[in-house]
Every structure is written in C-alpha cells, then in structure tokens.
C-alpha cells in the first residue's frame, strides 16, 4: 500500500508560480510511475504529467506544456510539480497519482494509488 499526500496548493495572482509536493508513505515511490492530475469544478479529472519511475520519460498535458515540470526526490520518496506562468484556467484540485508498475499512463484508469488533493486558486 502506498499512501499520497499533497501539498503546497494556495492562492495565486495569474502569472505567480506554485510548487506541489507529493509526500509518499508505505512504500517507495522509486519503482513507480508517478502523475498528476486535476478536477475544476463540475468538469472530469484531466491528465497534467507524468514520468517513469526513473523520470527519463515524461510527457505533459499540452495545456501545461512549457509551463509546469514534474520532478522527484527518490531520497524523499517525494514528487515535485512545479508551475509557473500560472493562468486562471489552471485552477483545480490537483491530484498526485502512483502506479503499480513503472511506465507511466495519461489516464486516471491507469493509477492504484492517489492522494486527497490539494487546491490551487489562480486569480485574474
């Protein structure tokens, strides 16, 4: 069993920057393949990025493409999703996502494991 908890959302002025973490407990996150995804309010959980579990892989939603980065301290059993240029439109519950192999997947299908979420509020 792997446990996921993010943090670091918050209020933002279109244009700041937010760093989420994704602290893990249970067992290591080194093995796995490790996304982020976000709900806004009455639309359905989307894909924003993920990587393998040794990160050479990634890919990004292109709504974030250039934008956000995805990154992991193995030492931490932590995953990092750094935004910047932030835009109202990104405001969401994030969600951090692990699964139980080590390719990663764009859909929420594709994940065992997920935290709580974290809210993220970009203003104008």
């Known amino acids: 069993q792997v446990q996921l908890a993010e943090s670091g959302g918050g209020l933002v002025q279109a244009g700041g920057s937010l760093r989420l973490s994704c602290a893990a407990s249970?067992?290591?996150?080194?093995?796995?393949?490790v996304g982020w995804f976000r709900q806004a309010p009455e639309k359905e959980r989307e894909f924003v990025a993920a990587?393998?579990?040794?990160?050479?892989?990634?890919a990004y939603a292109d709504s974030v493409k250039g934008r956000f980065t995805i990154s992991r301290d193995n030492t931490k059993n932590t995953v990092y999703l750094q935004m910047t240029s932030l835009k109202p439109e990104d405001t969401a519950v994030y969600y951090c996502?692990?699964?139980?192999?080590?390719?990663?997947?764009?859909?929420?299908?594709?994940?065992?494991?997920w935290g709580p979420g974290t809210q993220v509020t970009v203003s104008s």
């Open positions: 996502a692990a699964r139980t192999t080590a390719i990663r997947g764009m859909s929420p299908g594709d994940y065992r494991y």
């Open positions: 249970g067992r290591t996150l080194s093995a796995s393949a």
């Open positions: 990587f393998n579990w040794n990160g050479a892989s990634t």
